[in-house]
């Protein structure tokens, strides 16, 4: 879904940020760059109707050739913060293959089954049959984040619906907080679920990736997420906040693909992205956009929340849209803004259903949230 400018290796981008001092040196990590770094060498010459397995030529795992073989990606897995999902970016962003993928586990499923009922409406012989050809054509290369089933209807699909992908040459790249034998753990009718741990560690390699520091918890304890009210001593507070998050260097345009069109986030960096109110909330954008932009940034640093009121009407409603969208998609919010949450929106059309986003702006703010367990 993005693409940055820069189309390195995972490796040396994860070399170069630890140059930097944006990342600190980790050896679990490091052991899971390597891993990237083969399969994105492999992936270069990788041709989905050839079903030799991308990791074929590194003979990786204890399990048999004719095993190994099959393994088209990778599946990492670890405790919160140790930086699955900064690395599956490092992978995914030079990752040397079209059409690639990136997107959360949660709104894939959601699509699948948009793409079930409507395959049913037509009365197709096998729904999921169908729905496995449009993905399959829509990604070579699919990134899942944050793989967790805990709906039986998707416990009941994903078996089949990952055969039919892994069959038609899919390269997968996933992270999860889970090993896979812990998938849907007590979920409702396990027993048909079980095929699909095993497809699971048939065809990808299972990594896990367990260092000895949370990350997250290290960075977000340490500095105010709400800046009020607006001036320099709050700007300043916000450039330390993303310096410390993103190392010297400030970071690079983004540009998200949503539909036929571009969104540009104009600052970021490792997952952490930055705009100013006006940017995302003055600009005709809606849901779709909001929406591409949690799926890469999982912390956004906001600047310049103006005072609302019936004047920027349609500002507010964005703003409403946008933190919904960063509260369900469990994103860090960082920003300065003119007032207290209870206070930016006092009166005017709306001013009520603006008591939700309040609420969701304070708890945002809370220790639970921004350390997100
Ligand atoms: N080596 C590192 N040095 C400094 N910061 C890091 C390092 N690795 C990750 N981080 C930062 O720590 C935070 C958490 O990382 P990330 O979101 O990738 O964790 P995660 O394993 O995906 O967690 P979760 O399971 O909750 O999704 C991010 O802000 C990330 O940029
Ligand atoms: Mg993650």
Redesign the pocket.
């Known amino acids: 879904m993005a693409s940055e400018t820069v189309a390195e290796s995972p490796l040396s981008r994860y070399r170069a940020l630890l140059a930097e001092g944006?990342?600190?040196?980790?050896t679990a990590?490091r052991a899971a760059v390597e891993k990237l770094e083969l399969l994105h060498i492999r992936l270069k010459s990788y041709r989905p109707g050839n079903r030799r397995s991308v990791w074929g030529l590194f003979g990786f795992g204890h399990r048999g050739e004719a095993e190994i073989e099959e393994r088209t990606g990778l599946y990492i897995f670890?405790?919160?913060?140790?930086?699955?999902?900064?690395?599956m970016d490092l992978f995914f962003t030079s990752a040397p293959i079209e059409p690639k993928r990136r997107v959360h586990f949660h709104a894939f499923m959601q699509e699948v089954h948009r793409g079930l009922d409507a395959a049913r409406a037509q009365d197709a012989d096998d729904p999921i049959d169908i729905v496995a050809n449009e993905v399959a054509r829509s990604a070579t290369l699919l990134c899942f984040?944050?793989l967790q089933i805990t709906d039986i209807a998707d416990a009941m699909i994903v078996g089949r619906l990952f055969e039919k992908l892994f069959q038609r040459g899919v390269v997968m790249v996933t992270?999860s907080?889970r090993p896979p034998s812990d998938l849907y753990k007590d979920g409702l009718q396990r027993e048909r679920f079980m095929p699909f741990i095993d497809l699971i560690s048939d065809h990808l390699d299972v990594h896990q990736?367990d260092g000895p520091t949370d990350?997250?918890l290290a960075?977000m304890q340490s500095f105010t997420v709400y800046h009020t009210p607006l001036g320099p001593e709050a700007d300043s507070a916000m450039d330390a906040a993303w310096t410390t998050?993103v190392g010297p260097g400030g970071g690079k345009p983004l540009r998200l693909r949503v539909g036929t069109r571009e969104l540009i986030v104009p600052r970021h960096r490792?997952?952490?992205g930055r705009a100013t109110f006006e940017e995302l909330c003055a600009r005709p954008l809606g849901p779709a956009d909001y929406l591409a932009l949690v799926d890469v940034v999982?912390?956004l640093f906001l600047d310049h929340i103006p005072r609302l009121s019936r004047t920027n009407n349609n500002e507010a409603k964005r703003f409403v849209t946008l933190i919904d969208t960063l509260y369900e998609a469990k994103t860090h919010l960082i920003c300065s803004a003119a007032a207290a949450p209870d206070e930016l929106y006092l009166e005017g059309e709306g001013a009520f259903e603006f008591e939700r986003t309040a609420s969701r702006l304070n708890e945002m703010q809370s220790d639970g949230w921004r350390v997100?367990e």
């Open positions: 944006a990342l600190q040196p980790d990590q670890g405790g919160v913060g140790r930086g699955k999902s900064m690395l984040d944050e992270t907080n990736l990350f997250r960075r998050l490792i997952g952490n999982r912390t997100r």
